[in-house]
Structures are given as C-alpha cells and as structure tokens.
C-alpha cells in the first residue's frame, strides 16, 4: 500500500477513535491526529505525484468533521 494510503488509513482510524469517545480532551486530540495524518497523505500524494505514481485519494475524498 502505497504511503499517502497508509497515511489516510490511519487518518480514518483516528476519526473513528474521535467518533467513539465522549472525553473532550481525547477527541480533540484524535482530531488533530487525523489532521496532521491527512497533511501527511496529502504530502506523501505530491512526492508520489512527482515520481509518477498514482494518485489514490484527494483531500476531498476524506471529510474531517467535528463531533459532537
């Protein structure tokens, strides 16, 4: 799997984690996980581009929420 993947992955993971608990503190804290997670997708994405390589997700396709 390619980097930018890995990284929305875990991303992903970070909101579900975020989604589950009902610690303010902890949520917030996953949220800003999954936001440094997709910064880092979204620059390995640039280098993969560079390189040549596919392209597999855009930012638009992974949508940070707020939680309630």
Avoid: D
């Avoid at 992903?12 to 949520?27: I, S």
């Amino acid at each position: 799997m390619p980097t930018a993947q890995r990284y929305q992955h875990r991303a992903a993971e970070c909101l579900r984690l975020a989604r589950g608990t009902t610690n303010l503190t902890n949520k917030a804290l996953l949220l800003e996980m999954a936001q440094t997670w997709i910064k880092l997708a979204e620059q390995a994405q640039a280098k993969q581009m560079q390189a040549g390589w596919p392209a597999f997700a855009s930012r638009s396709e992974i949508r940070v929420t707020t939680l309630e």
